[in-house]
């Protein structure tokens, strides 16, 4: 089945303890993005990635870093985490880098993290 | 801002009846994208529609686009409970081919 796998789903961490998300896709997809979801702003682009060893920032990407070793895996990580960065995460994948507004994006289910 | 923006922020209607769902957004795209979020869950891709095209149905979704309004609807026919989600629209811009830019949303709210 075709999916992207985002984990943990569920996350409760203290502030400053270095964490990583991960995500992988089974469908050969060159474009992954991560997003970020908060209540009255909608989704924010935190990095996204063209292909293998290409990433560049996004709307949001203070406080992040991120990888793209292999095709399928993009991993989030957080050095040190701080309560603002609650939020419900998103990682999602399309086909091309190239023209990626013009393809659907498929999504993972979410990780929902809670700095305290 | 390059997303769009739906309206209304929420909806509710009940079983059966129809729901409809506009986008604005600002600059010149090459496509619009719609999307379903189910509660806690991840973004779903319902239809995309060129900005050549003006109208596009798949199933009970009837999509349409005017480009000289900057604007997009979406319409859910005979509409049921598992219809109740979140639903956003996603311009694809021209000269952005890296972005996918996405708003808050409409809530629907679908009862028996």
């Known amino acids: 089945e075709a999916q992207v796998t985002q984990n943990p789903r569920y996350l409760i961490t203290v502030t400053g303890k270095k964490l990583t998300v991960t995500c992988s896709q089974n469908?050969?997809?060159?474009?992954m993005s991560w997003y970020r979801q908060d209540p009255g702003l909608g989704l924010r682009q935190i990095y996204y990635s063209m292909n293998v060893e290409v990433t560049d920032k996004g709307d949001v990407p203070e406080g992040y870093k991120v990888s793209r070793k292999e095709k399928r895996n993009f991993p989030l990580i957080l050095e040190s985490p701080s309560p603002n960065q609650t939020s419900l995460y998103f990682c999602?994948?399309?086909?091309f880098g190239t023209g990626v507004s013009n393809q659907p994006q498929h999504f993972g289910d979410g990780t929902r993290l809670s700095i305290l | 801002s390059q997303q769009g923006e739906e309206d209304p922020q929420a909806l509710s209607i009940q079983e059966g009846e129809n729901a409809t769902m506009n986008c604005s957004y600002k600059t010149s795209i090459n496509n619009l994208q719609w999307y379903r979020q189910n509660s806690g869950r991840g973004l779903v891709h319902l239809i995309l529609i060129r900005s050549n095209e003006r109208e596009k149905h798949s199933g009970r979704l009837r999509v349409t686009l005017d480009t000289s309004k900057k604007s997009s609807s979406l319409l859910i026919t005979a509409s049921r409970a598992a219809d109740t989600a979140s639903y956003f629209c996603a311009p694809g811009h021209t000269g952005t081919a890296s972005k996918l830019t996405f708003g808050t949303g409409t809530r629907l709210q679908v009862t028996l």
């Open positions: 999602a994948s399309s086909l």
């Open positions: 469908m050969n997809h060159e474009y």
